[in-house]
């Protein structure tokens, strides 16, 4: 059963301080976000996402700059300090001399038994970095989920999100998926960058544990429906660029709006944790999966688990999210 566990009432609120961004006692860990289950694995509903972790600046390019390794690992490590166990990677997050999926495996194996590691198949860049044509038939997309396994030395991927871009029917592409999950290749399946019509003709193939949309403040308003619906069927929601919104793989650029200013002011946090704030009371199904290559970002973006926001605040946010700008 998909379940999750509340950890206060939104009403709550707590600072930056007590989550454990400024001085005050204590470190606030995943666990303080609750817990949602993705078909039978329990996470924290912080996560953590790697396609910032092996270069510095914009992701996903093929002239990056590679983030130095121990550093990277020991990022993946605290994570997991810290409650972490929902790690969100795929074999195209590389840059020239790091490969994500290597770094979570050379960090991390052998793996805890509580580690959810979630990738995500379909888009393909070659070896110089360049995007190359999205895997589309079975074969070229058995190949890129053995090639998940080889890079994180698993016998199983414990979710395989299908990432397509367009419109067009994806039940042959799915069934693929569903064949190596009932081969036992893959625990269970999600869907990226879909509409309810894709997820409608993924359920009617193989069940559907989780979505990850682009998805934030200001970001799609029009998918309010759809994150909500997707609580409904007991579907995860797990929205990517939370934080840097139009800045998409750049990070997070421009300045803040003042209504995410003045309710940062508020709670002694940051914008980035306002932003996650928000996400994460969107429903008990949404999941946050931020991505950094910082310990003290990294810190600041668990301890947003534990930021409770009023319900004046969550208006003013939802105000400015219907303004339907990216911002």
């Known amino acids: 059963m998909t379940s999750a566990t509340p950890t206060s009432s939104p009403e709550t ?25 993705l078909g039978d694995l329990p996470v924290n509903r912080i996560g953590f996402g790697t396609m910032r972790l092996p270069q510095t600046g914009a992701a996903l390019v093929p002239d990056a700059v590679p983030r130095d390794r121990e550093a990277a690992m020991a990022v993946l490590r605290r994570a997991v300090d810290l409650g972490v166990n929902h790690i969100d990677t795929a074999a195209f997050y590389f840059s020239p001399l790091r490969s994500a999926n290597e770094l979570i495996n050379s960090a991390l194996a052998p793996y805890a038994d509580d580690l959810v590691i979630t990738t995500k198949v379909g888009p393909a860049r070659d070896e110089t970095g360049e995007w190359a044509a999205h895997a589309r038939t079975p074969e070229a997309l058995r190949g890129q989920v053995e090639e998940n396994l ?80 997707c609580g409904e069927r007991g579907i995860a929601f797990v929205p990517f660029y939370a934080i840097a919104a139009a800045g998409g793989e750049r990070g997070a650029t421009g300045a803040e709006p003042a209504e995410v200013l003045a309710v940062a002011q508020a709670h002694g946090a940051s914008a980035a944790q306002v932003r996650l704030a928000w996400t994460l009371h969107q429903g008990p199904h949404v999941l946050a999966i931020p991505g950094t290559g910082d310990l003290g970002h990294l810190a600041a973006n668990v301890a947003a688990g534990a930021l409770r926001l009023s319900e004046d605040e969550l208006k003013l946010l939802e105000g400015l999210h219907r303004g339907g700008a990216a911002v």
């Open 13 to 37: 609120t707590t600072s930056a301080t007590d989550t454990g961004t400024g001085t005050g006692t204590g470190t606030i860990t995943a666990a303080a976000s609750g817990r949602w289950t």
């Open 150 to 229: 080889r890079q994180l030395g698993r016998d199983h991927l414990d979710v395989v999100n299908l990432r397509i871009v367009g419109t067009d029917s994806i039940a042959e592409r799915f069934g693929a998926l569903a064949e190596l999950r009932e081969a036992g290749l893959i625990r269970h399946l999600g869907l990226s960058n879909v509409t309810p019509a894709h997820l409608a003709e993924a359920q009617a193939i193989a069940p559907v544990v989780c979505v990850q949309n682009r998805y934030g403040i200001g970001v799609r308003p029009e998918d309010d429906a759809f994150v909500r619906d």
